[in-house]
């Protein structure tokens, strides 16, 4: 397991990737059972907070992790991305309505 730092132009082509092979493998209109709303966006928001609560159990609260102030530093700000991720996530599910900052989020 390396460590990667990509930029957001690298992020960007890795989500356009990745939405070029579902769409090859699922059709063009794969998205939309994802999208707010849907069932496949209520199971992402389940998996987020999921993943979220079973960071902060087993990994911020490890006693290694407290005991080292930067394995817990980075350890938190994986937790808080999860808790950010599961906010943005379900402000749009369940709230129905996309921000509007935001644009389409399917290019392929």
Same mark, same amino acid.
């Given at each position: 397991?390396?460590?990667? *730092?990509?930029? !957001? ?12 092979? =579902? @769409?090859? +493998?699922?059709?063009? #209109? ?5 999208? !707010? #709303?849907? %069932?496949?966006? /209520? ?5 987020? &907070?999921?993943? @979220?609560?079973?960071?902060?159990? /087993?990994?911020?609260? /490890? !006693?290694?992790?407290?005991? *080292? %102030? ?9 937790? @808080?991305?999860?808790?950010? =991720?599961?906010?943005?996530?379900? +402000?749009? /599910? =369940? #709230?129905?309505? &996309? !921000? ?7 290019? @392929?």
């Amino acid at each position: 397991m390396g460590s990667r *730092n990509l930029s !957001p132009a690298d992020v960007e082509r890795a989500r356009l990737c990745q939405a070029s092979e =579902l @769409a090859t +493998a699922s059709g063009a #209109g794969w998205a939309d059972a994802y999208r !707010p #709303g849907s %069932p496949g966006c /209520h199971e992402l928001l389940d998996r987020t &907070a999921m993943f @979220a609560e079973m960071l902060e159990r /087993h990994l911020v609260d /490890h !006693p290694a992790c407290v005991a *080292n %102030p930067e394995w817990y530093r980075l350890a938190e700000q994986a937790a @808080a991305a999860l808790r950010e =991720l599961y906010q943005q996530i379900g +402000a749009e /599910h =369940l #709230g129905g309505e &996309a !921000p509007a900052n935001r644009t389409n989020e399917v290019s @392929a």
